[in-house]
């Protein structure tokens, strides 16, 4: 069974295609609509954590693809405490033909795609933010129209999204800086990981030496959804580390700016940059509608993608 776990399962050439994939499903879409290969499909949507651009654009994404979502909140499902993960599985199985699903703890993911008998995505984890990662690709590649050879600066806090940001730099062949305060860099397993699917990684605590020569410039929250009773010594370490005008200015001119949202606008990231000229904000979370429509396609119609 084919799911969408992680960046680092795929090859570069599926991923490539997934991109192919993800920029004619949107012509496609703006040309009068796309064609509906997942009619009577349904994607059974599980979350343990709010959501507002993933669980909108894969219920959208399934209507205008012909089939439809259903939303299971946090208080519904229970994963591992109403009922275990095994059996959440098995059971969505017999009712969905695929599972989407936004968990604190990785494993509720492994566990998922371990028992069910459907295609499962990753929609967030505590550890990594996949489908994130695909649409800030489309982004970025639909913009300077190549992503080989770019480079990424990620200034703030390394989370999930950063991690997934990783592994679809070293896919596409995009080097990455990412500045960080001491204790909140990635940690040893993860630059391992990085390092062995070959990213061109610097790491540093220095946020203006990170940006310099950067083609995109990309944040995220201080304090990530799970994280709240750091929210004290985050805001304390990290202001150094916000992407303002004046650290923007050391980019290049032709630097862009990406956050995956949602945005606590004066912490990590200014009014002036978020609504500026070099902001791509609003066409990246447009794009997770796009990029979400390729790994549904490639993973639930019956006619496969060829890579
Ligand atoms: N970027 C992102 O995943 O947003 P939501 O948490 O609103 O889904
Ligand atoms: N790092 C953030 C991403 C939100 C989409 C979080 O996990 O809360």
Redesign the pocket.
């Given at each position: 069974m084919k799911h969408f776990l992680d960046i680092a399962d795929y090859s570069t050439a599926e991923l490539e295609g997934l991109i192919r994939l993800a920029v004619q499903l949107k012509q496609e879409w703006a040309a009068g609509g796309n064609r509906p290969v997942l009619a009577g499909k349904v994607l059974g949507m599980v979350f343990e954590k709010p959501s507002l651009r993933t669980r909108v654009s894969f219920d959208v994404g399934m209507l205008h693809l012909g089939g439809n979502a259903l939303y299971l909140s946090p208080a519904e499902i229970g994963l591992g405490k109403r009922e275990s993960t095994a059996d959440v599985a098995r059971v969505l199985s017999g009712y969905v033909q695929g599972i989407m699903a936004r968990v604190f703890d990785p494993e509720h993911i492994s566990e998922l795609a371990k028992w069910s008998r459907v295609p499962v995505i990753n929609g967030?984890s505590d550890a990594s933010?996949p489908c994130?990662a695909m649409a800030d690709m489309l982004t970025i590649y639909e913009h300077f129209g190549h992503l080989r050879g770019l480079k990424i600066a990620y200034v703030g806090d390394t989370?999930?999204?950063t991690k997934s940001l990783g592994e679809a730099a070293a896919r596409f062949g995009c080097s990455m800086s990412v500045a960080s305060p001491a204790g909140y860099q990635f940690d040893e397993d993860t630059r391992d990981h990085l390092d062995k699917l070959g990213l061109r990684l610097t790491v540093t605590e220095d946020a203006a030496f990170a940006v310099a020569g950067a083609d995109v410039i990309y944040t995220?929250?201080w304090i990530?959804?799970g994280q709240e009773t750091e929210s004290e010594q985050r805001r304390k370490v990290f202001p150094p580390y916000q992407v303002n005008e004046t650290l923007l200015k050391k980019a290049q001119p032709h630097t862009v700016v990406l956050h995956?949202l949602?945005a606590h606008r004066g912490e990590e990231i200014t009014d002036p940059v978020a609504d500026g000229p070099q902001s791509l904000l609003f066409e990246q979370a447009s794009n997770r509608l796009h990029a979400q429509k390729a790994i549904l396609v490639h993973l639930m119609s019956s006619n496969q993608l060829n890579f």
């Amino acid at each position: 069974m084919k799911h969408f776990l992680d960046i680092a399962d795929y090859s570069t050439a599926e991923l490539e295609g997934l991109i192919r994939l993800a920029v004619q499903l949107k012509q496609e879409w703006a040309a009068g609509g796309n064609r509906p290969v997942l009619a009577g499909k349904v994607l059974g949507m599980v979350f343990e954590k709010p959501s507002l651009r993933t669980r909108v654009s894969f219920d959208v994404g399934m209507l205008h693809l012909g089939g439809n979502a259903l939303y299971l909140s946090p208080a519904e499902i229970g994963l591992g405490k109403r009922e275990s993960t095994a059996d959440v599985a098995r059971v969505l199985s017999g009712y969905v033909q695929g599972i989407m699903a936004r968990v604190f703890d990785p494993e509720h993911i492994s566990e998922l795609a371990k028992w069910s008998r459907v295609p499962v995505i990753n929609g967030l984890s505590d550890a990594s933010h996949p489908c994130q990662a695909m649409a800030d690709m489309l982004t970025i590649y639909e913009h300077f129209g190549h992503l080989r050879g770019l480079k990424i600066a990620y200034v703030g806090d390394t989370n999930n999204v950063t991690k997934s940001l990783g592994e679809a730099a070293a896919r596409f062949g995009c080097s990455m800086s990412v500045a960080s305060p001491a204790g909140y860099q990635f940690d040893e397993d993860t630059r391992d990981h990085l390092d062995k699917l070959g990213l061109r990684l610097t790491v540093t605590e220095d946020a203006a030496f990170a940006v310099a020569g950067a083609d995109v410039i990309y944040t995220d929250t201080w304090i990530s959804m799970g994280q709240e009773t750091e929210s004290e010594q985050r805001r304390k370490v990290f202001p150094p580390y916000q992407v303002n005008e004046t650290l923007l200015k050391k980019a290049q001119p032709h630097t862009v700016v990406l956050h995956c949202l949602p945005a606590h606008r004066g912490e990590e990231i200014t009014d002036p940059v978020a609504d500026g000229p070099q902001s791509l904000l609003f066409e990246q979370a447009s794009n997770r509608l796009h990029a979400q429509k390729a790994i549904l396609v490639h993973l639930m119609s019956s006619n496969q993608l060829n890579f």
